[in-house]
T-cell receptor, first 115, second 116 residues
């Protein structure tokens, strides 16, 4: 079974530029998450989708971050304009559904450096 | 609010030694799940184990074992006869089952280095 796919793996941009990350979850998984992991810290949830609807985006900096999951499968996370403090790994994850106890599987992450 | 504390920031051991990674959690919910993930240098978070709040039975899987104690709100992870390939950052995480937004709350991780 294929895992969670993410691209690009690495991205370097200048501050105030924009960047987009793509995620393809495990087939059949209804719930998709985007996490931000700053170096030396644990991952922090940015947004959670159930199919193509947003369940929780309370920690998403909406002035610069946006995410969508139009057809309930793939998702895109965009940052515009980027700030230096956005340098982090952006992890996409999925689970069969949002029910507690279902294992959440993570992709390898997209490493962003803002200079 | 829920919280996960991994007090050990970094641990170094010599190969074949046993090592225990500590995890303490806080939650007011009575139903919750605890997870351990391994993050090698490649960056992917690899799922290791899931335990629900009603099951305090300890678990052993090969060289890995987990000790869950609700009385002390701890979910510790032991690697027996450590190997160099065990070197990674290990995260403990808490999943709350109440409310509309169910999510994993991670600890800050423990960097384990196993020296040859």
């Amino acid at each position: 079974e294929a895992g969670v796919a993410q691209s690009p793996r690495y991205k370097i941009i200048e501050k105030r530029q924009s960047v987009a990350f793509w995620c393809n979850p495990i087939s059949g998984h209804a719930t998709l998450y985007w996490y931000q992991q700053i170096l030396g810290q644990g991952p922090k949830l940015l947004i959670q989708f159930q199919n193509n609807g947003v369940v929780d985006d309370s920690q998403l900096p909406k002035d610069r971050f946006s995410a969508e999951r139009l057809k309930g499968v793939d998702s895109t996370l965009k940052i515009q304009p980027a700030k230096l403090e956005d340098s982090a790994v952006y992890l996409c994850a999925s689970s069969r559904d949002g029910v507690a106890g279902n294992t959440i599987y993570f992709g390898e992450g997209s490493w962003l450096t803002v200079v | 609010a829920q919280k996960v504390t991994q007090a050990q920031t970094e641990i170094s051991v010599v190969e074949k030694e046993d090592v225990t990674l500590d995890c303490v959690y806080e939650t007011r919910d009575t139903t919750y799940y605890l997870f351990w993930y391994k993050q090698p240098p490649s960056g992917e978070l690899v799922f290791l184990i899931r335990r629900n709040s009603f099951d305090e039975q300890n678990e052993i899987s090969g060289r890995y074992s987990w000790n869950f104690q609700k009385s002390t709100s701890s979910f510790n992870f032991t690697i027996t006869a450590s190997q160099v390939v065990d070197s990674a950052v290990y995260f403990c995480a808490l999943f709350i089952s109440s409310g509309s937004a169910r999510q994993l709350t991670f600890g800050s991780g423990t960097q384990l280095t196993v020296l040859p």
